[in-house]
T-cell receptor
Framework: GAVVSQHPSRVICKSGTSVKIECRSLDFQATTMFWYRQFPKQSLMLMATSNEGSKATYEQGVEKDKFLINHASLTLSTLTVTSAHPEDSSFYIC???????????FGPGTRLTVL | DAKTTQPNSMESNEEEPVHLPCNHSTISGTDYIHWYRQLPSQGPEYVIHGLTSNVNNRMASLAIAEDRKSSTLILHRATLRDAAVYYCILRGNDYKLSFGAGTTVTVRA
């Protein structure tokens, strides 16, 4: 089956620093990638939709200048949390789909802890 | 967004079938019904999807009501590895997934 990886799996950083999370589709070309975050005991919330070669579309309430998304190739999307603060601590999950297929394939998630 | 309603939790015994209901009375004609599941501290996993007809795959079966206002995910023989949160989601033409609270399935050995 289709595999999506994320790196790193967990990261701890100091408040005010920036953190980059990578999402890769390992065995298929991802025409669209999605970024979610999940706070403890809550469900996933969609943050943004990213199509290869174009600007990401952000959901209402998600600051595009704080959560920078780059989808430079058909197999890689990155999410950069800029000037991270403790309230940004969360489980960040990406997913990917390819043209012609209905399902999304999810990465294993990245746990971000901001001290 | 078209919404779905699921029970908060469901328990099952190992080796027995599990029927997970989902109501989606505001479904539109082009919405697909998707099911995903999530184990603790992992990303969600695709289970199955359908539009109008019932669907079967190696993981589960999806039974869709004739009026499409409800559906049921069927796990034929639950195992301990099936313990997870199951999400029923309506997927529109933009391919976005809106996750609700889901149903937490517990499997008793």
């Amino acid at each position: 089956g289709a595999v999506v990886s994320q790196h790193p799996s967990r990261v701890i950083c100091k408040s005010g620093t920036s953190v980059k999370i990578e999402c890769r589709s390992l065995d298929f070309q991802a025409t669209t990638m999605f970024w979610y975050r999940q706070f403890p005991k809550q469900s996933l919330m969609l943050m943004a939709t990213s199509n290869e070669g174009s600007k990401a579309t952000y959901e209402q309430g998600v600051e595009k200048d704080k959560f920078l998304i780059n989808h430079a190739s058909l197999t890689l999307s990155t999410l950069t949390v800029t000037s991270a603060h403790p309230e940004d601590s969360s489980f960040y999950i990406c997913s990917a789909r390819t043209s012609g297929h209905n399902e999304q394939f999810f990465g294993p998630g990245t746990r971000l802890t901001v001290l | 967004d078209a919404k779905t309603t699921q029970p908060n939790s469901m328990e099952s015994n190992e080796e027995e079938p599990v029927h997970l209901p989902c109501n989606h009375s505001t479904i539109s004609g082009t919405d697909y019904i998707h099911w995903y599941r999530q184990l603790p501290s992992q990303g969600p996993e695709y289970v199955i999807h359908g539009l109008t007809s019932n669907v079967n795959n190696r993981m589960a079966s999806l039974a869709i009501a004739e009026d499409r206002k409800s559906s049921t995910l069927i796990l034929h023989r639950a195992t301990l590895r099936d313990a997870a949160v199951y999400y029923c989601i309506l997927r529109g033409n933009d391919y976005k997934l809106s996750f609700g609270a889901g149903t937490t399935v517990t499997v008793r050995a």
